[in-house]
């Protein structure tokens, strides 16, 4: 899990983490703040099977609430992580 958030509307939150996979390497990580129903992709090319990607995410958020940011990594066969990693975000107005 990665540490709760605080964020006000129009103004960026960057969230960051690592992702690691033995023997295989991140082709990109992915995120969901739909509970994971849909998920937005970013490639990581360039990274190999043994050293941790460490990732950042920027999020504007446009209303004020309680988030939750889903976040999973894709290795090269086109796995995905059993389990999502998640973030929780609070945005003020």
Excluded: C
């Amino acid at each position: 899990m990665i540490p709760r958030t605080e964020g006000h509307v129009g103004k960026p939150v960057r969230f960051q983490g690592t992702a690691y996979d033995f023997g295989h390497s991140i082709a990109a990580i992915q995120f969901s703040l739909d509970d994971g129903e849909h998920w937005t992709t970013y490639e990581t090319p360039g990274t190999n099977d043994y050293q941790n990607l460490t990732w950042t995410f920027d999020y504007t958020p446009e209303q004020p609430g309680d988030y939750v940011l889903r976040i999973r990594s894709m290795n090269d066969t086109g796995d995905v992580s059993p389990e999502s990693a998640f973030a929780e975000l609070h945005v003020e107005p």
